[in-house]
């Protein structure tokens, strides 16, 4: 009887030493389930989301304070991805805050351009070339539509062009129901 207990407390020692030394040895650091999402984000760290940056909207989202549904650049791809990941139901862009904005990028006024640069540091995908006291233009395949650029310009001349729909930009629209009957 004493040996069987001894044997036992024995076990739980050696068996709480390897658990102990697992917690120390395996520790994960943060959320692994944030990275994911932060990598299903665009990066563009634009902040229309209403949180600093991409990283932060994904903790939020990662700890259930934010929906899926209130990144611009991202889309209704980027929401359908973070749908697929999180196992929730799909959410249209801004249901509950605004109505989803058409894909645009910036384009420059070359004619008003001083070429102050303030737009080109504003851009968090270097989306502007140009140089100081240069004209400055938007290299429309990397403008993700942040808008960051409009707001630090002197002179107005950057606004925000819809992109047009051709073949290869097309995307069929998703049809939308209410789940609440009309009453």
């Known amino acids: 009887?004493?040996?069987a207990l001894l044997v036992m407390s024995g076990i739980a020692l050696v068996?709480?030493?390897?658990l102990g030394f697992s917690a120390i040895k395996l520790k994960v650091e943060g959320n692994p389930l944030v990275d994911k999402i932060d990598a299903i984000l665009p990066q563009t760290q634009c902040g229309q989301c209403g949180f600093p940056g991409c990283r932060p909207y994904a903790t939020a989202i990662a700890a259930g304070e934010a929906d899926i549904n209130r990144c611009p650049p991202g889309g209704e791809e980027g929401i359908r991805k973070l749908a697929d990941l999180l196992g929730v139901e799909f959410k249209p862009y801004g249901a509950e805050t605004a109505a989803p904005k058409a894909k645009a990028v910036a384009f420059?006024?070359?004619n008003i351009c001083i070429g102050c640069t303030l737009c080109a540091q504003a851009c968090p995908v270097d989306a502007i070339a140009g140089a100081a006291k240069q004209m400055h233009t938007i290299i429309a395949s990397e403008c993700t539509g942040c808008e960051l650029c409009v707001a630090p310009c002197p002179v107005d001349c950057i606004s925000m062009v819809p992109l047009p729909?051709?073949?290869q930009t097309w995307k069929w629209?998703?049809?939308v129901y209410s789940l609440i009957p009309a009453k």
Do not use: N
């Open 1 to 3: 009887m004493l040996t």
């Open 15 to 18: 068996l709480g030493a390897v």
């Open 108 to 110: 420059i006024d070359e």
């Open 165 to 167: 729909q051709t073949a």
């Open 173 to 175: 629209q998703y049809p």
